[in-house]
C-alpha cells in the first residue's frame, strides 16, 4: 500500500509563485524516484517533471526554467517550485513515486496521489 498526499495548491496571478509539497508513505522503501503530473481541464495527464533518488532531474519541456523540483529522501518528500506562473499552468498536480521494472530496465511511476488544485489568473 501506497499514499501519497500532496499539499500546497491555491489560487495565484500570473506571474506568481506556488511551491507544492508531496509526502509519501507505505511501502516506498524501495523506491526509485518520485514526480510531479499535472491534468489540464480537456487534456490527459501530463509529466511536470521527476527526480531519481540521487537527484537527476528530468523536466517537460514547457517547465524547464520555471518549475523546480527538489526532495527530500529522509522525509519521503518531494517538492515542486513554480516560479513565473501562467494561465496555461492550470490544473490539478499530482505527485508519483517511481519504482524499477525490472523487464524493460526503467524506473517507472506506479502510484499517484489525488492532487492539489493550482489555479492561475491574469
Known amino acids: 500500500q501506497v499514499r501519497l498526499v500532496e499539499s500546497g495548491g491555491g489560487s495565484v496571478q500570473a506571474g506568481g509563485s506556488l511551491k507544492l509539497s508531496c509526502v509519501a508513505s507505505?511501502?516506498?522503501?524501495?523506491?526509485?524516484?518520485m514526480g510531479w503530473y499535472r491534468q489540464i481541464p480537456g487534456k490527459g495527464r501530463e509529466l511536470v517533471g521527476w527526480t531519481t533518488n540521487v537527484g537527476e532531474k528530468t523536466y517537460a519541456d514547457s517547465m524547464k526554467g520555471r518549475f523546480t523540483i527538489s526532495q527530500k529522501i529522509s522525509q519521503d518528500t518531494v517538492y515542486l517550485q513554480m516560479d513565473s506562473l501562467k494561465e496555461d499552468d492550470t490544473g490539478l498536480y499530482s505527485c508519483?513515486?517511481?519504482?524499477?521494472?525490472?523487464?524493460?530496465?526503467?524506473?517507472?511511476?506506479?502510484?499517484w496521489g489525488q492532487g492539489t488544485q493550482v489555479t492561475v489568473s491574469l
Open positions: 507505505g511501502n516506498i522503501f524501495n523506491r526509485c524516484g
Open positions: 508519483a513515486v517511481y519504482f524499477w521494472d525490472s523487464q524493460i530496465r526503467q524506473c517507472l511511476p506506479n502510484y
